[in-house]
């Protein structure tokens, strides 16, 4: 059977202030979709969510992975069922390897028994990709790396965990330009050698010159007001978004 991952009405609050009033979307494996919306419109808490931050109240609607509910299985095994999130803040975790965290993502997600030898060359090969220098490896995760290497990094954990569905938020902000095409390469990669679904939420059009979206959603308010394609970010790209709440009214 296809992957398909829904979300169906979902209206949810964080400390008592409603935040997401009625979200549906569905991504099945292999798509592309996008979600651009204005700043504080719900779109990191609409990924977290799907992904199980306990901080979030779920009040109604559902979160199905496959037509079954995800929304009371916490995050570690959504994690295990091929979800997947890139934090537009990764955090720094001292007193842990980089390589080694991989190594501990991978024995998770993966139940091929490679050798160590060959998943050195492996992760070497990724991060070559990414331009990642293998000297990062052995540093701990995410301390002291600069805006740019830890978005690399969230990529480089997204291809060894090779998801079902990955989210990624705001990968693109603080990429330098070439980075950024590095970077989009990898989540193309990802999309094409694994059929990953992926939900890019971004500000910009320039993502999404690399990496076309299939589907573009608009949230705003906590509610997808508008569905398109690739022709709508770039509507967006020039006109913002306030004629979008214009024509609702
Ligand atoms: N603990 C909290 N208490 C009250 N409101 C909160 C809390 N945490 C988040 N919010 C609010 O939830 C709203 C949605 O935030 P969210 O991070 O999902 O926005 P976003 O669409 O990702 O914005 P951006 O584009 O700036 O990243 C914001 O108005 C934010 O202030
Ligand atoms: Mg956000």
Same mark, same amino acid.
């Given at each position: 059977m296809e992957d398909v991952l829904e979300i169906n009405d979902l209206v949810a609050e964080i400390e008592g202030k409603r935040i997401l009033h009625g979200v549906n979307l569905k991504i099945k494996k292999g798509e592309i979709h996008a979600i651009m919306g204005p700043n504080g419109s719900g779109k990191s808490t609409l990924a977290r969510i799907i992904m199980g931050d306990p901080r979030y109240r779920i009040i109604s609607g559902e979160i199905l992975l496959n037509g079954k509910s995800i929304k009371e299985i916490p995050t570690e095994e959504r994690s295990k069922l091929g979800l997947f999130m890139s934090f537009q803040q990764p955090i720094e975790i001292s007193g842990l390897k980089l390589f080694n965290y991989?190594?501990?993502?991978?024995?998770?997600?993966?139940?091929?028994?490679?050798?160590?030898?060959?998943?050195? *060359?492996? $992760?070497?090969? *990724?991060a070559n990709l990414l331009k990642i220098d293998s000297s990062m490896l052995s540093r701990n995760l995410n301390e002291g790396f600069s805006g740019g290497e830890k978005k690399k990094v969230e990529i480089l954990q997204m291809?060894?965990?090779?998801? *079902?569905? @990955?989210? $990624?938020? /705001?990968?693109?902000? @603080? &990429? #330098?330009?070439?980075? &950024? /095409? &590095? $970077?989009a390469r990898s989540i193309n990669e990802i999309n094409m050698? #694994? *059929?990953s679904g992926l939900l890019l939420i971004t500000h910009y059009m320039r993502i999404l010159k690399y990496v076309q979206p299939n589907f573009v959603h608009v949230l705003m308010d906590g509610k997808i007001v508008k569905d398109g394609d690739y022709s709508l970010a770039l509507e967006i790209e020039e006109k913002g978004y306030e004629w979008i709440r214009e024509k609702m009214n």
């Open positions: 991989l190594r501990t993502i991978y024995s998770i997600h993966n139940d091929s028994n490679i050798t160590f030898q060959e998943f050195i *060359k492996y $992760v070497q090969e *990724k291809m060894i965990i090779r998801p *079902k569905f @990955g989210i $990624v938020d /705001e990968i693109d902000s @603080g &990429l #330098d330009v070439d980075s &950024l /095409e &590095l $970077v050698n #694994d *059929k």
